[in-house]
């Protein structure tokens, strides 16, 4: 995947958008171009646009992205589109996060903003390139939940307190199918379970559903779930394993971007930050896999309970200058950091002190045969 931009649109480019965009009707068009826009979509239309940018995937047209205004050293940008049909393979964020780079790069720049219209776009994108990664999953491991998860709530889990906390900011449902794995109750805020099997009553069954209702896998999905939808009238509503967007709802997602921590405000983000700060607080270890410490609206519990004292282990495939800044440089005295060194090492840090250890501890399901 190649991508670059050009300056305006061609006719022949924009006629293509045209065809693309009015196929799916008037409401799609206001999804991506706003409701000032008269439906059909016309080439004129497009070419009349300033600061407009032709996509490119190598040398194949795939969509367009505007720069609306530059106000206050801010850069507004909306009217991302990408060919409907290329959609899901990734050209949309790839896309988005090079033109954002590129943007930057400009002195006069300090913040990119997007505006409505482009957020509900990147969030529908982000949505369906998750789900359709999470769906395929699922058609061939469908009775084989992640192993590396399972078996760290099994160490969690066993023998007591019989309760993992899961605090994530991604959308996916691996830790719900894992919690399945390990005939746990999953408490999400939203009631309900993924993976399940015809089994009629004997003993043995009616012991391990005890079981299941007393071992327990809370999972705090602070920036949404790819389960959660809000309609119009603003119901939320959580419907399992869908192939695409139900009619009159929106994904509850929070995608990537700087307009993330305001989004977070609302319901159900603020109640879920509420139980994740709670199971901040009252947790005596953590155990971060692949976080990269940049998030201020969710982590400040976290960082103040390690400040005090609790230990806390890493696993990264890069450190991030964020996680230095707040576990490194910040006279953090109970922390384990494993770090990608190359393809046979892991580099693992410490309080003052930093080794080279042969394998890849950095990966979870590596961690795990030492833990």
Sequence with gaps: MTIRFEEKVSTENAQFVCQWSNSLGKSFQEQWMGTMIPFPLTIQVLQDLEGIFSIFDGQEFVGLIQKI????????????????QKQGQGLGSQALRKFVSLAFENGDIDSVSLNEETIKAIRTTTWEEVNR??????KTNAFSPP???VTLFEKVIAPTPNKAVVVTTNYDRLPDYAADGIAASSVTGF???????LEPPNNSVT????????RI?????????????????????????LQEIPAGFSPLIVPPGKDKYSSTHNEPYRSIISEADKAFTTAGAYLCVGYGFNDEHIQPKLLAQIANGKPIVILVRTMTDACKHHIIDSDIKKYLIF????????????????EIYDGQFWCLD???KVW
């Design 207 to 214: 012991t391990r559903r005890v079981r299941a209702r007393e």
């Design 147 to 149: 192993e590396s998860l």
């Design 366 to 368: 590596e961690f795990l």
């Design 69 to 84: 205004r530059l106000e206050d050293r801010n850069l507004h940008i909306g009217r991302f589109f990408i060919n409907p």
């Design 191 to 197: 009631e309900g379970s993924y993976i399940r099997k």
């Design 217 to 241: 896998v809370e999972i705090w999905k602070v920036h949404g779930s790819l389960d959660w939808f809000i309609d119009a009238k603003g119901e939320i509503s959580s419907f399992q394993l």
């Design 133 to 138: 990664s999470d769906l395929d999953y699922l």
């Design 339 to 354: 770090e990608r060194s190359d393809d046979s090492h892991t580099k693992v840090y410490g309080n003052g002190w930093s």
